[in-house]
């Protein structure tokens, strides 16, 4: 870990030298050596107008870069949303969650809304309170998104270790995530219907879809790791946070060593790094994961304070959303970013993506690509079945992560089950 970070002063240029373990901690806003002024303009204020270009991981871009190139991908997006049950999701979560408000655990509540603030979102989702052990949080939703949080991380995490949950959440709400995150998990359970019923033709492109939406999933989690960051101010609290999901109780609690962990996350990255074995295996792995691994996570939290690119942000340095070029969306007038691929409210855009593809050979991504997508429609009766059906859905779409679900299985383990990991 490196001892000193330097930042520049916003007001008079000077070049400060900052302790990295009191940038960690946090404990207050340090002072310019030049000036005297406080060095961080925004630490106890919102990040007005913050756009989510700003803290977006390097990894989460490329990754959205190569799935965006997919033909079909568009069309497929838009069956998901027209064919999602969001309503019933919605309905689950009403039916068997708490819904936490200014009345209903209004600390939570206000823990929330703290976290929406710090990152500049003014409408902030609905937010639930799910039973489950583990540590876990999720956001699900295309037109109205919602956040689940589980009794097991409240019971494990502190209230600062919370709010830096809420804020990663958030983070997938600020950087227009939900709905790739909700199609990766859908498709997930489509996958192998799809492949059966296109006779072998589905599989050479259900599969490569599938695995890009899994690599972009996991990449976004590196920006929401970003976004915790920035709702709770202290780099150290993420870090115990990450911690305590790869192996913290309450037994342990007071024995748990951070700046053990930190170096645990430096040594992890010289072992990864040692040989070509060694960075495939670890590749290997990770693609079962939903998640990247704990400690890989801390390496890129420590990566993004030590680069000076947290604190600059928290000194007003960041791209406000009225400096990013949008037009609205022709058909729900939701600004969209010039170039995206499609509107994250409405899916607007997508009916153009099979039309402008190369067509070819009938053997072609594109041919293949329609071919799955008709087949997934003759499908969708299999998600409008009524209420048992969707039961069944729920449970495969929300089950615990690591959890391998049978697509065919209605009953989809105990009723309840919780969202999958997104904290």
Same mark, same amino acid.
């Given at each position: 870990m490196i001892e000193l970070l330097e930042f520049t002063c916003g007001r008079c240029g000077a070049v400060n030298r900052l302790k990295f373990e009191r940038v960690l901690q946090m404990q207050g806003n340090p002072r310019c050596g030049g000036c005297r002024e406080v060095l961080l303009s925004k630490l106890a204020e919102p990040l007005d107008?913050?756009?989510?270009?700003?803290?977006?991981?390097p990894l989460d871009k490329e990754a959205l870069d190569a799935l965006q190139k997919i033909p079909g991908i568009k069309t497929l997006l838009k069956w998901l949303i027209?064919?999602?049950?969001?309503?019933?999701?919605?309905?689950?979560h009403h039916a068997s969650f708490i819904k936490v408000s200014e009345r209903q655990v209004p600390s939570l509540y206000k823990r929330f809304r703290t976290a929406a603030d710090r990152l500049g979102i003014k409408e902030i989702p609905e937010l639930f309170i799910y039973q489950g052990e583990s540590p876990n949080a999720s956001t699900f939703g295309v037109e109205q998104y919602h956040v689940a949080i589980?009794?097991?991380?409240?019971?494990?995490?502190?209230?600062?270790?919370?709010?830096?949950v809420?804020?990663?959440?958030?983070?997938? !709400?600020?950087?227009?995530? $939900?709905l790739y995150k909700t199609a990766a998990r859908l498709f997930g359970?489509?996958? %192998? @219907?799809?492949? =059966?019923?296109?006779?072998? !033709?589905?599989?050479?492109? $259900?599969?490569?879809?599938?695995?890009?939406?899994?690599?972009?999933?996991?990449a %976004? @989690?590196?920006? =929401?790791?970003?976004?915790?960051?920035?709702?709770?101010?202290?780099?150290?609290?993420?870090?115990?946070?990450?911690?305590?999901?790869?192996?913290?109780?309450?037994?342990?609690?007071?024995?748990?060593?951070?700046?053990?962990?930190?170096?645990?996350?430096?040594?992890?990255e010289k072992l990864r790094d040692e040989t070509g074995v060694s960075r495939i295996m670890v590749a290997f792995q990770e693609v079962f994961r939903s998640h990247p691994f704990p400690v890989y996570r801390a390496k890129e939290v420590l990566e993004f304070v030590s680069t000076g690119e947290f604190l600059e942000i928290l000194d007003g340095e960041y791209t406000?959303?009225?400096?990013?070029?949008?037009?609205?969306?022709?058909?729900?007038?939701?600004p969209m970013t010039r170039g995206a691929l499609i509107c994250a409210h409405c899916a607007?855009?997508?009916e153009e993506d099979l039309k402008d593809a190369p067509r070819g050979s009938s053997g072609s991504p594109a041919d293949a690509a329609q071919k799955g997508l008709d087949a997934v429609e003759s499908l969708g009766e299999k998600l409008d079945k009524g209420f048992d059906d969707a039961r069944g859905w729920f449970k495969r779409a929300f089950g615990s992560e690591g959890e391998d679900k049978d697509p065919k299985d209605k009953d989809g383990g105990a009723a309840g089950g919780p969202p999958p990991a997104s904290n």
């Open positions: 107008a913050l756009d989510a270009t700003s803290y977006t991981h027209k064919n999602s049950a969001e309503v019933t999701t919605r309905l689950m589980s009794t097991g991380a409240l019971e494990l995490l502190s209230d600062e270790e919370q709010l830096a809420l804020g990663h959440e958030l983070g997938h !709400v600020q950087a227009n995530h $939900v359970s489509l996958a %192998s @219907e799809i492949a =059966g019923a296109t006779f072998g !033709v589905g599989g050479l492109v $259900v599969y490569p879809i599938k695995a890009a939406l899994s690599r972009w999933d996991r %976004s @989690e590196l920006t =929401g790791d970003r976004a915790a960051l920035l709702a709770v101010r202290k780099p150290e609290v993420v870090l115990n946070t990450l911690m305590k999901v790869a192996g913290g109780t309450r037994a342990i609690m007071p024995e748990l060593n951070i700046q053990a962990f930190v170096e645990q996350a430096e040594q992890f406000r959303v009225d400096m990013v070029r949008t037009t609205p969306c022709p058909k729900c007038g939701t607007y855009g997508a």
